[in-house]
């Protein structure tokens, strides 16, 4: 009866211990805040167009995340901020000249980099996807991007250093 109690309380322990580790792991992730740089030459730009900003400012605090961009299209500077939670519920910003951006944010499963899906549909172009991740590279922040239209695809990877 002594070693199968012995045994039992092990066994909980080690259960624990598992739970107690699992819990630790999934509530650390990345905290992507601060002022960001476009680094151009490190980044894999599109020659004809790009929808690289020229700067970041993040923001991200638990389960949310406000991303401040500042772009230049046709020289003109163009800036906007969108506000998202991070639990794969949509959330609705206001994109260029009065469109909704509808997006979906979510960790990956190695909770590594944060996956954002965006969706804008547009008078031009019809229904724009845009598929962003950001994740960190050294002391740098990488985004993958891919845009999808009726137009084709456009692939980028920017890199920002910190300010």
């Not at 211990?17 to 002022?35: E, N, R, V």
């Not at 490190?42 to 772009?71: C, T, V, W, Y």
Request: overall charge negative; some cysteine.
């Amino acid at each position: 009866m002594k070693q199968v109690k012995s045994k039992l309380l092990t066994n909980a322990g080690i259960a624990m211990i598992f739970l107690f580790l699992s819990i630790q792991g999934f509530t650390q992730s990345i905290d992507f805040s601060g002022k960001w740089k476009l680094n151009s030459t490190k980044s894999s730009l599109s020659h004809d167009f790009s929808l690289a900003p020229k700067k970041l400012n993040i923001q991200h605090e638990g389960n949310s995340l406000m991303m401040e961009r500042f772009a230049e299209y046709m020289g003109q500077s163009l800036n906007y901020t969108d506000k998202f939670t991070l639990d794969g519920q949509e959330c609705l910003n206001e994109g260029m000249g009065g469109t909704n951006r509808i997006s979906v944010v979510n960790w990956n499963e190695d909770k590594n980099s944060l996956v954002i899906k965006t969706k804008i549909k547009t008078d031009e172009f019809g229904e724009v996807e845009v598929t962003e991740t950001l994740l960190f590279d050294g002391n740098n922040l990488t985004v993958k991007s891919l845009a999808s239209s009726g137009m084709g695809e456009l692939y980028e990877v920017f890199i920002f250093d910190k300010e």
